[in-house]
């Protein structure tokens, strides 16, 4: 019988990050079935049905370990998300330990792959002999920006969110500072501090896993391997594009998703959503509301409820009603034009839907490359995190998306929106970016092929994996 290797994964306590991570081992155990992983999130309060749902689905070569939760309470409040996910993945390490010692007392592992913003996981790599996987459920691009963020905080002086001219990271699309991921804007923030510290610990990886395809992101990894011959023995592998496969958590709002959809003509409806957590403030939920209507156009749109931060139902979830919010008499206006989903709709199913012709989105990754695969052209509307940077790929580098315009109080006003909308669902720029976005999606398609990129790529890092026999 073939030796079985095993390995464990850690992410971080995110539905988009473990979700990813999940499809990730799922994808390595069908291509290498001597492969057996462990699943270990650090959790923050009880795991979101959505995360429990898709683990409820997984083969019995994937397991799945919670480590002791972090309280909500607990955490630092008034902060940003990231700042709060580091602080319960920090306290999480003690309980990761016993879960790691415990694992090894009964099947050796050969290798940790850890979620790029849980590598604080990797202080214990050596203590165990492990090899070192970084997953960064993200692009080329971010890894490259996180690569060179240690040098460019020595050789920029002012804060990102104010230097003036574009960011050149070699291989990458010129950048604006208030581009740059949000947690990296000041300099004076703790997020920043911390994301520093993340960014220096890519030292001790023996190898990159990046969400993303080299069809797509060619240039940007070129360079980025090239930069860094010599000086880090890491290797970087494109094992993307890795979309979820698995079941939606929510059946009620499937079906009356699905239903609406079937009625209406294909490529007609513009679907908006912000990604797990994401939220608008009030005035900028009424501008939304009101520049969908004024489009004309269908739309299905995943509601929650105002936060004036962006970030604001990723760690709690939102309890109020949120159709409560909309302008007055939106909903009765709107009634033959568009569904209105609270909190959580089936994301890849919708997408996937013939009815489905754009989507407004927040441009998380995850959406991001779903929209791709499954041939959605997009508007982009990022809120944080890397967001920004990934609405710049999409509409200055891969051209497959159209980025309305914020004033300068940060609002996108309703006329912006509608014009946007309109120039995506009807306008000749549309129609170019369907062609442009189908080709994109073939590219990736090929990718995971037997003889695709991407396969040969997790290939040699399986390879690498079975054959590990402990850092010399
Ligand atoms: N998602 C979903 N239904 C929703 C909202 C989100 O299925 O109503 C899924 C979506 O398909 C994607 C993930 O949640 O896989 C969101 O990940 P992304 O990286 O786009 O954004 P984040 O949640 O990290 O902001």
Redesign the pocket.
């Known amino acids: 019988m073939a030796k079985i290797t095993y390995i464990a994964v850690v992410s971080v306590p995110?539905?988009?990050h473990q979700?990813s991570m999940v499809e990730f081992c799922k994808r390595l155990i069908s291509l290498h079935q001597h492969i057996h992983v462990t699943c270990i999130f650090p959790t923050i309060g009880t795991p979101t049905p959505a995360i429990t749902t898709l683990l409820e689905s997984l083969p019995s070569t994937i397991n799945h370990t919670f480590l002791t939760p972090v309280k909500e309470e607990d955490l630092p409040q008034g902060v940003p998300l990231f700042e709060q996910v580091q602080h319960a993945v920090t306290q999480s390490m003690p309980s990761f330990r016993n879960v790691l010692r415990s694992l090894c007392s009964t099947s050796p592992l050969s290798a940790l792959v850890v979620d790029a913003f849980a590598n604080e996981a990797f202080e214990l790599v050596r203590e165990f002999n492990l090899l070192a996987y970084i997953y960064l459920p993200s692009s080329a691009m971010g890894l490259s920006t996180l690569m060179h963020f240690p040098s460019l905080n020595d050789q920029v002086l002012c804060d990102f969110k104010d230097h003036t001219e574009a960011l050149k990271i070699p291989g990458c699309i010129p950048m604006q500072g208030h581009d740059f991921p949000s947690d990296l804007h000041e300099r004076s923030n703790l997020s920043y501090k911390i994301f520093l510290e993340c960014c220096k610990r890519f030292s001790l990886a023996d190898g990159f896993l990046v969400n993303s395809f080299s069809e797509m992101e060619q240039g940007t990894v070129k360079a980025l391997k090239e930069h860094y011959r010599g000086s880090n023995k890491a290797s970087i592998y494109l094992v993307g594009p890795i979309i979820?496969t698995g079941p939606?958590s929510e059946s009620k709002n499937m079906s009356e998703c699905v239903r609406w959809l079937e009625k209406q003509r294909p490529n007609s409806v513009l679907y908006v959503?912000f990604?797990?957590?994401?939220t608008l403030p009030q005035k900028q939920l009424d501008e939304l509301a009101l520049g969908l209507e004024l489009s004309g156009q269908k739309f299905l749109w995943?509601l929650r409820p105002p936060n004036d931060s962006t970030e604001g139902a990723y760690i709690v979830a939102a309890k109020d009603d949120p159709l409560q919010f909309l302008p007055a008499g939106f909903l009765e206006r709107t009634k033959e034009q568009g569904l209105v989903v609270p909190f959580?709709?089936?994301?890849?199913q919708i997408l996937s839907h013939t009815s489905t012709g754009g989507f407004l989105t927040?441009c998380?990754?995850?959406?991001t490359l779903?929209s791709i695969m499954l041939g959605v052209p997009m508007v982009t509307w990022p809120l944080f995190a890397e967001q920004r940077m990934n609405a710049v790929l999409l509409t200055e580098g891969l051209h497959v998306a159209l980025r309305p315009k914020f004033n300068e109080k940060g609002v996108v006003e309703r006329e912006e929106i509608a014009q946007v909308i309109k120039g995506l669902m009807l306008g000749e720029k549309g129609n170019e970016i369907r062609q442009r976005i189908e080709m994109l999606k073939d590219a990736g398609v090929d990718a995971l092929k037997e003889d695709g990129s991407s396969t040969r790529a997790l290939s040699q890092v399986a390879i690498r994996m079975e054959n590990f026999q402990g850092h010399a």
């Open positions: 995110m539905f988009s979700a979820q939606s959503s990604g797990s957590g994401g995943v959580w709709a089936p994301q890849t927040h998380g990754w995850n959406s779903e």
